[in-house]
């Protein structure tokens, strides 16, 4: 049976919004900090005292590290990476031996059964020698096969698959087409119900690890039809199926040793008893793995963060300007301060959101999302500062340093492999209206059908009841609190203003919340700027209760606890300018302004603007026709022996 060959089903607004709001994790059965948080509630019992791994989790997790570094250190060769744009099968040989890909697969199927905190931390260390090989192991076990088959799958699934993917068997995750992204209403790609089979048809861009991967979770629509309900759904594939061609492989700016390509599915059958889930499960699976996968992602720009420190504190020492050190340079030393108060900061947001994970007490989906937004976004900054305080040498590539007889310092190496993070596994916009739709939940609940254009009169009515009884017990809280005690949180010593800083943010910031609510009601969705802002507030006080946290820790069982509470001071008060300059945006903006130039500039108004250049970007189509078919091109996919 052929599959249909059209573009893209198209869908409007409300049902692409649909489609998302179907895949969301309804119910909150854990408390959840972040929440809280949003709502004006600062529960400092759900983090403090810090929570801490089992000892048996931190032996076999420091032995593993113990292995993983001095693997790293030896047999991992990053600038080869980066100059070839591959990463050498002996590498991945080695990684497998080591038994890095079952890092948090049980070890009753093969794998070494790490938490969270420490496979986290293993990626932060593979991430500092080569991003890309970070990138590799992150795909592999965070959104590939392994983390849906533990969640999701049947146990005869979990026996087929799970010590192959321990073992030597890579994996990829395949949801993004040519003409879809955060849009998954839209996706194109389908699987025909035929007997005991499905048949797959489409093409997949992005796929991280897919090129080199063995076994791929595969996102297609089933159509529905008689006993079947249809719907997005989750495949575990064979990457050698017949009917599968890597036509390409994807270079980039950065993470050039990413096995990423483009992959179509030409009448592909895959068995019924490869279905993780039921039909239409797909998104709420994809959503659901990355509740924890994505922190995956903050843990490398933690690792990248620390190396930022590292660098610029060397450097700025033996660099002199003037007769002293750029670091003594107030100009440059802001900036290294700005490195080390929020290195500490990516690592206590990280290693809190993770060990959270492991306990699960809490509901984390806004934690993780959060560290992975905060996370890219500071890291970035992070990695540019260092290319600054570098100068010259910081715009300059390792080898060329190294051919004049420099330390090869990639630093601009780093600021291209950091740029992605901001990208994928949700972009920072995307980010933001999935932090914001959480973050808002509570009040759906109660007052979503109110605006809701499709309810009657009566639910309106009924939800204008349940809103009118939340509100009342609501909205006296916010008005006063503990962060207005002066001998609060005193525990933690000179920190403990910044603690009441942050109780007193997140009830303004549940005001400043419920006052858009009422202004705009159905249309605060299209506020995204203000809701960006919202998020932003709320990821900084996040951050600064984790740093604070972690410090009060580091106080009462290292060495470092003066340090650390320095450090953390230090970013509280950075954090809390942001904060201040954000809240500030919220209501004097240019937001309706930029709505009209938006509108000018697709009208035409400005095309004089553009008058003066030549573009050197050919006249190729902006999307590839990923027509459903047999592929005409070669395969390039490669197994890694």
């Not at 995750?173 to 996706?187: C, Y």
């Not at 993070?421 to 959480?438: D, K, P, Q, V, Y």
């Not at 503990?482 to 997140?506: C, D, I, N």
């Not at 930029?594 to 000018?600: C, N, P």
Request: aromatic residues 6%; contains cysteine.
């Amino acid at each position: 049976m052929s599959a249909p060959t059209q573009r893209p089903p198209k869908v409007s607004e409300r049902e692409a919004r649909q489609v998302a709001e179907a895949a969301r994790q309804q119910d909150w059965h854990k408390p959840s900090f972040a929440k809280e948080l949003f709502l004006g509630r600062f529960r400092l019992d759900l983090i403090h005292p810090h929570p801490l791994p089992a000892d048996e989790d931190v032996r076999r997790g420091e032995a593993f590290l113990a292995k993983l570094r001095e693997f790293c250190a030896t047999r991992v060769d990053g600038a080869r990476i980066e100059r070839e744009a591959r990463i050498p099968d002996e590498t991945v040989t080695g990684l497998k031996e080591l038994g890095a890909l079952g890092m948090k697969i049980d070890p009753k199927y093969g794998g070494l059964g790490l938490t969270q905190l420490y496979y986290n931390r293993a990626l932060a260390l593979v991430g500092s020698v080569s991003p890309a090989l970070g990138a590799l192991l992150s795909a592999h076990q965070s959104i590939g096969v392994p983390q849906p088959l533990k969640l999701f799958g049947t146990q005869e699934q979990k026996d087929a698959f799970l010590p192959r993917l321990a073992r030597d068997a890579l994996s990829a995750f395949l949801l993004t087409e040519p003409d879809v992204g955060s849009d998954p209403a839209r996706l194109a790609t389908t699987a025909v119900p035929e007997g005991d089979t499905y048949v797959l048809d489409g093409v997949k861009l992005w796929t991280t690890n897919g090129v080199v991967a063995d076994l791929l979770v595969v996102m297609a629509r089933v159509p529905a039809s008689e006993g079947h309900k249809g719907g997005i759904t989750a495949f575990v594939v064979e990457a050698d199926a017949p009917g599968i061609t890597v036509e390409h492989r994807n270079a980039f700016m950065g993470l050039r040793g990413l096995e990423n390509g483009v992959t179509r599915f030409h009448q592909v059958r895959v068995p019924a008893g490869h279905r993780i889930g039921p039909e239409g499960a797909g998104l709420k699976i994809a959503l659901t793995t990355l509740n924890t996968g994505r922190l995956s992602l903050p843990a490398a720009c933690a690792g990248a963060g620390k190396w930022c420190l590292k660098i610029a504190r060397e450097w700025a020492a033996e660099r002199e300007q003037w007769g002293k050190p750029v670091a003594r340079h107030e100009a440059v030393g802001t900036k290294i301060s700005f490195l080390a108060a929020t290195a500490f900061a990516l690592e206590a947001v990280v290693d809190l959101a993770s060990q959270m994970a492991d306990e699960d007490r809490n509901d984390i989906r806004i934690e993780a999302a959060l560290a992975k937004l905060y996370g890219s976004e500071m890291a970035w900054r992070m990695a540019d500062e260092l290319v600054q305080i570098r100068g010259g040498r910081g715009y300059e590539t390792a080898d060329s340093l190294a051919a004049r007889g420099e330390r090869a310092v990639p630093a601009e190496q780093l600021l291209r492999d950091l740029r992605i993070n901001r990208i994928f596994e949700g972009s920072t916009e995307i980010m933001h209206l999935l932090i914001a739709r959480e973050a808002v939940d509570a009040h759906l609940a109660v007052a979503g059908d109110i605006i809701d254009p499709d309810k009657t009169l009566a639910d309106k009515a009924k939800a204008g009841a349940r809103a009118g009884g939340f509100y009342a017990r609501w909205l006296p809280k916010l008005v006063a609190g503990q962060g207005q005690l002066p001998g609060a949180y005193g525990e933690f010593g000179e920190l403990a203003g910044h603690l009441r800083f942050v109780e007193r943010t997140s009830r303004k910031l549940a005001r400043s919340t419920f006052y858009a609510m009422s202004r705009w009601q159905g249309k605060m969705e299209l506020k995204q700027a203000f809701l960006g802002r919202i998020v932003d507030i709320g990821a900084e006080l996040f951050a600064m209760s984790a740093v604070c946290v972690r410090a009060e820790l580091l106080r009462t069982t290292t060495d470092h606890g003066r340090e650390a509470h320095q450090l953390a001071d230090a970013f509280c008060h950075q954090s809390r300018l942001r904060v201040d300059e954000l809240f500030g945006r919220l209501w004097a903006n240019t937001d309706d302004l930029d709505r009209k130039v938006v509108d000018g500039v697709l009208a035409g108004s400005y095309t004089w603007l553009e008058e003066g250049i030549l573009d050197p970007s050919g006249d190729g189509p902006w999307i590839a026709d990923t027509t459903p078919g047999p592929s005409t091109e070669e395969n390039v996919h490669r197994k890694i022996p």
